[in-house]
């Protein structure tokens, strides 16, 4: 989302670009407005629910963008494999985590982390943005052979895992815990696909 995006969406994509480094607080109205090049007045308009308005169209927009590069990772990898899938959604954050640890993180998780700021309405776009983006890594592990009893569970637990692991690897500024869940978690979740498939 860029500049040839009008002022509202550029500030519904700064927003969640600020939550990642720093999570509802750090998407204040006058960071949004300055990282977006909107007019200050843009805000009322756009936004009369306000910040938590803001901060939910964030959730919801970083819920979809997830979702929707499920299918450009599996449009990369030679030979679809479950493995392969999760090793590429990893491989999005060990690469921004070298380049810019302070701001890799994921805004939907940094919603419902920082309750303190958050109101129900975020939690609950936080909900239905992991259930999206689960959602769409279910369909991916499907078309890859996974029974679709086993692909919602399994989806549940690569994109918890890939949660987990970034945390740890942004307390730690090293991918350690994000090269270690692909190494670990591969091999499970590749059993899932039965053998002919």
């Excluded at 938590?52 to 030679?78: C, H, I, K, M, P």
């Amino acid at each position: 989302m860029g500049s040839e995006r009008g002022p509202r969406e550029r500030m519904v994509f700064s927003a969640a670009q600020l939550m990642r480094g720093g999570g509802v607080a750090a998407a204040g109205m006058r960071d949004v407005v300055a990282r977006a090049q909107a007019p200050r007045g843009s805000l009322q308009h756009y936004f009369p629910g306000g910040k938590e308005q803001l901060v939910n169209e964030a959730v919801e927009w970083s819920g979809d963008y997830a979702a929707r590069r499920v299918a450009r990772f599996v449009a990369g990898l030679a030979k679809p494999s479950p493995s392969g899938l999760f090793a590429a959604m990893v491989r999005q954050w060990t690469d921004e985590l070298e380049s810019a640890p302070a701001a890799t993180g994921c805004p939907v998780a940094a919603a419902v982390v920082d309750r303190g700021g958050s109101a129900e309405s975020t939690r609950v776009a936080a909900a239905a943005a992991f259930d999206r983006w689960t959602r769409s890594v279910a369909g991916a592990l499907t078309d890859m052979g996974v029974p679709a009893g086993r692909a919602g569970p399994l989806a549940t637990l690569m994109i918890g895992t890939l949660e987990g692991a970034l945390l740890i690897a942004r307390a730690e500024r090293d991918p350690r815990a994000l090269t270690a869940a692909v190494a670990e978690l591969g091999p499970l979740l590749d059993a899932a696909v039965p053998e002919g498939t």
